[in-house]
């Protein structure tokens, strides 16, 4: 007899019991799945706190016909897992980064705030205009 684990992830802060249970929810759906003998049963494991999830791998034990076709038995168990996480409302997360952008050079030279006061006061000439401010009947859009 062979047995195989699927790793899969799901959300921080998700039930563990609920996706213990969807997990072997998911064995129990796949023919591959070997019966309950002798020991040899389905286990979910928490194996480790990741970057974006908390992962889990399913271990299930296989029916001889099962180890000659190892693709579609991967496969089989990897979408009956998305299946039962789904049904049990618990989400698969997609890895997420936070950047912190530097602009210009290492050696370059900070910018006073002179330098943004001036960056940011357009010329008079070509400050926007108030109504109030325009001779009679020129508009905003003459201008």
Excluded at 15 to 29: I, P, T, W
Excluded at 82 to 104: C, M, V, W, Y
Excluded at 121 to 129: G, K, M, W
Aim: avoid cysteine; charge should be negative; glycine fraction near 6%.
């Amino acid at each position: 007899m062979l047995w195989a684990d699927f790793s899969f992830g799901v959300a921080y802060g998700s039930d563990k019991d609920a996706v213990r249970s969807a997990g072997l929810e998911a064995a129990a759906s796949v023919p591959h799945t070997l019966g309950e003998t002798e020991g040899r049963r389905s286990q979910v494991w928490l194996t480790k706190f990741g970057d974006s999830s908390l992962d889990f791998e399913l271990v299930v034990w296989l029916t001889p016909e099962a180890v000659k076709r190892p693709s579609a038995v991967h496969a089989d168990y990897l979408w009956a897992i998305e299946t039962a996480l789904r049904n049990h409302a618990i989400e698969i997360p997609f890895p997420q980064r936070d950047l912190h952008i530097r602009s210009g050079s290492p050696d370059a030279r900070p910018r006073s705030s002179v330098d943004d006061a001036a960056l940011r006061t357009p010329p008079a000439a070509e400050a926007p205009a108030d109504a109030a401010d325009l001779p009679d009947g020129q508009s905003v859009v003459d201008r």
